[in-house]
């Protein structure tokens, strides 16, 4: 059998990490009884801490690190559940401005606590077997590794 090309490199190592993690947090969100994924509730959250004005697609995404094919799936997947509605931005028609539903917005408020439980576990479990000055570490790496990527 032939070695995968992208064998042991760091960049399939940090998609490797990525997927664990969606699956670790996915899993936790279906035991709670939420039958969303981590990126359609990262959405969800991020409408719901900044209520104060609606946010646009695009604000999203960037706030994200989504591709716009992604959010859009997510939103019209969000829009289908009832849980968000979307608007064309009175400013500007081509922008899509987005805000949580009645139901949405109860959702978040009922569950916003669960969800960032559960992220919190996630992320402990991720680092469980490190110390403290290598998690500090790890996070100014991956810090750097964004911010140049970005």
């Known amino acids: 059998m032939a070695t ?12 490797m990490l990525n997927l664990a ?7 936790g969100l279906k035991a709670l009884d939420i039958s ?10 991020q409408l719901y801490l900044n209520t104060d004005q609606p946010l646009t697609q695009k604000q999203v995404e960037i706030a994200l690190k989504l591709s716009h094919p992604t959010t859009r799936g997510i939103i019209k997947r969000l829009v289908a559940t009832g849980l968000l509605q979307t608007t064309p931005a009175a ?5 899509i401005e987005l805000r949580l539903t009645p139901a949405g917005t109860w959702f978040m408020k009922n569950h ?10 996630t992320e402990d479990k991720l680092v469980s077997n490190m110390s403290a000055a290598d ?10 590794l964004l911010t140049t990527m970005y």
């Open 4 to 15: 995968p090309f992208f064998k042991d490199t760091l960049a399939q190592q940090l998609k």
């Open 21 to 27: 993690v969606e699956k670790e947090m996915n899993n």
């Open 36 to 45: 969303l994924t981590g990126t359609q509730v990262a959405v969800l959250m």
């Open 91 to 95: 400013d500007d028609q081509r922008q």
């Open 112 to 121: 916003a606590d669960q969800i960032q439980a559960q992220v919190t576990q």
């Open 135 to 144: 998690q500090a570490t790890l996070q100014r790496l991956l810090t750097t």
